[in-house]
């Protein structure tokens, strides 16, 4: 469903804030596969996720969508086959606009736009049943704006957007790290549900390891731009976050207790 | 008086179409256009040049809009693929339009390649088209009668303008309302609103910016047309300081009715740019204000406009918190008392 080949890109390029962000990075994800990504800041997860997005270009390397090379295609155009939640609560939704126009926006992701009514009765519909799935209440919410909803409310209303139209491939960026343990907890379980009921096939980076084993069939590991573990379905079962660290450790022959911070144990 | 008001009301009208321009690119797309004092003159500098040339005033403020629509997607193009900054790109396109504007009207001198301006005083216009239908309809003795009644000395000469600008800003408020609900509409409003998210939803914001600033100038150069035939002439300068006069409509409007729904957004920038016009009017005639000082006149509307509004909530939120302070201690004492008395009277029960 998912091919990176190779992909490499280097910031600030010949000049002395040279980074680079990844590293012949090689990943394959089939169809309904579920991988979470770990891995310590600026080791190149958002990297990598903004170049399966198109928000940034690999320097070398391909590309492959749902058997579609998308290397070149700008972002917008690509999105067609992506649903993404973002960490900050604010930037997966329209503050000024409501719930139901918000969902229309969503809804068109995957067609083209034309001047038909973006909320028609059956659309409305559709929408309240979507809503229903989320146990918050915002079905009888439609017409209020997205900007009076609180945080967890906000990113709950992202993952429905981003899946309800069935992505060929969800991508979710750290899309629990802003909110405070009960709302993440919530959110983490509604990614379970939404993902199983459609077996989409996501990518998700986080920061907290339990979370990284908790969700998913596969793991995967960066570190300075280059995937340094990659656990599959049946390893992954018996994973525990001491394993993990102790993995850590013996391919990079250094200790992880200074990522302790980083990675939420 | 009611003459100036009249008068006055004509104008915001116009004016009015303008300003839901002006609400497209500041408001929806956050775009701050400055193109509107180009374009309003583009407007009216093709319609007055096709009217003197023969053509009928209704296919002549047809093309005024197109070109609106074009002027508008330029400045679209210079922002988005030029990369430059949004209001220098409409600067850029205001000044460019200046010189494009002394050439359209040029085209009607034969010795000379610019020209400053057309008057139209015995041309075709839309409003006496209307009017030579209007007219005989007897609905301008009907008003005049009943307004007399009311002891008005000064009566319009018609109320067609009135009438015919009243049907076209209702069509144009609804389609304004109905493209902003479309699938379209709502991209665009987006792109204004959270750009991020709309790019993550396969939307072209580059594409979206283009088109909502085309639409923007199709109703400011559809405006400046209208107000060429109504006053009967076109000038260069007309549309200096278009763009304050847009969003005075827009501010003044919004802070008296609020922008809960996009059908009432529409509906107080059409009231604003009227209100606009009526609070200018009677300002000229207190005594020691002079024709001179309407700019600075508006720059005191819009300033109220922003301030006052800020000072009225904060005083009713001030009213609001001394009232629940109140009536939450009052509660607090009347329990309290309750209290008091059950004990002595437990007491003098023994």
């Known amino acids: 469903m998912l091919k990176l080949e190779q992909i490499n890109k280097v910031f600030n390029e010949a000049t002395p804030d040279e980074k680079i962000a990844l590293d012949e990075i ?31 270009t690999p320097d070398f390397g391909r590309i492959e969508i749902a058997g579609n090379d998308v290397t070149k295609l700008p972002e917008y155009v690509r999105s067609r086959l992506i649903g993404r939640v973002f960490q900050d609560p604010m930037a997966g939704t329209a503050p000024s606009m409501t719930i139901e126009e918000n969902l229309a926006m969503a809804y068109s992701r995957d067609k083209k736009r034309m001047l038909r009514r973006g909320v028609d009765k059956k659309r409305r519909e559709f929408f309240r049943s979507s809503l229903e799935t989320l146990h918050l209440n915002l079905e009888n919410r439609l017409n209020a704006k997205v900007g009076m909803l609180s945080g967890g409310e906000r990113q709950a209303l992202s993952l429905l957007m981003a899946t309800f139209t069935q992505p060929s491939i969800l991508l979710l960026d750290e899309h629990t790290a802003a909110l405070d343990p009960s709302r993440a907890e919530l959110i983490t379980n509604l990614t379970k549900e939404l993902v199983e009921k459609d077996q989409l096939t996501t ?26 573990l990659e656990v599959g379905a049946e390893e992954k079962k018996g994973l525990t976050i001491d394993k993990l660290m102790a993995e850590f450790q013996r391919i990079r022959g250094e200790k992880l207790t200074s990522d302790k911070a980083l990675l939420v144990v | 008086m009611f003459s100036a008001i009249f008068s006055s009301v004509e104008q915001g009208i116009i004016f009015a179409i303008m300003a839901l321009g002006v609400y497209l690119s500041f408001r929806v797309l956050d775009f701050p256009d400055l193109t509107v004092d180009g374009s309003f003159v583009s407007g009216a500098a093709v319609a007055a040049t096709m009217i003197l040339f023969g053509y009928h005033p209704a296919i002549a403020t047809a093309v005024a809009l197109i070109i609106g629509f074009l002027a508008g997607c330029v400045t679209g193009l210079l922002h988005t693929k030029g990369k430059i900054n949004p209001l220098l790109s409409g600067i850029l396109m205001m000044i460019a339009l200046y010189s494009i504007n002394l050439r359209i009207m040029g085209l009607t001198s034969e010795n000379s390649i610019g020209r400053p301006n057309i008057p139209l005083l015995n041309a075709e216009t839309l409003f006496s088209k209307f009017q030579a239908f209007f007219a005989p309809l007897g609905i301008d003795n009907a008003f005049n009668q009943f307004f007399s009644m009311l002891g008005v000395r000064y009566l319009p000469s018609t109320w067609g303008t009135v009438f015919i600008m009243a049907i076209i800003v209702l069509l144009i408020k609804f389609i304004v309302d109905w493209f902003l609900k479309t699938e379209v509409g709502l991209a665009i409003r987006a792109t204004g609103d959270n750009k991020k998210m709309i790019r993550s939803l396969s939307a072209n914001t580059d594409t979206l910016v283009i088109i909502g600033l085309g639409f923007s100038n199709a109703l400011v150069a559809f405006s400046g047309a209208l107000f060429a035939q109504y006053a009967k002439s076109a000038d260069i300068g007309m549309g200096i300081g278009m763009i304050i006069i847009g969003l005075a409509s827009v501010i003044i409007g919004e802070a008296i009715f609020g922008t809960k729904t996009i059908v009432r957004t529409t509906f107080a920038v059409i009231a604003g740019a009227i209100i606009y016009r009526i609070v200018l009017a009677l300002a000229l005639r207190v005594d020691f204000l002079d024709t001179g000082d309407m700019k600075l006149i508006t720059a005191v509307i819009v300033i109220s406009a922003l301030i006052l509004p800020q000072y009225f909530e904060k005083r009713r939120e001030k009213a609001r918190k001394a009232r629940r302070h109140m009536e939450r201690s009052a509660e607090r004492n009347y329990s309290l008392n309750k209290e008091g008395t059950a004990l002595v009277e437990a007491r003098t029960d023994k």
């Open chain 1, 26 to 56: 090689n990943l394959e994800l089939s169809s309904g596969d579920f991988v979470t990504v770990i891995g310590s800041n600026g080791a190149g997860k958002s990297t990598m996720l903004n170049m399966i997005s198109g928000a940034l």
């Open chain 1, 203 to 228: 990518l998700m980076i986080t920061h907290n390891m339990q979370q990284a084993l908790d969700l998913g069939n596969r793991l995967i590991m960066m570190d300075k731009g280059q995937i340094i």
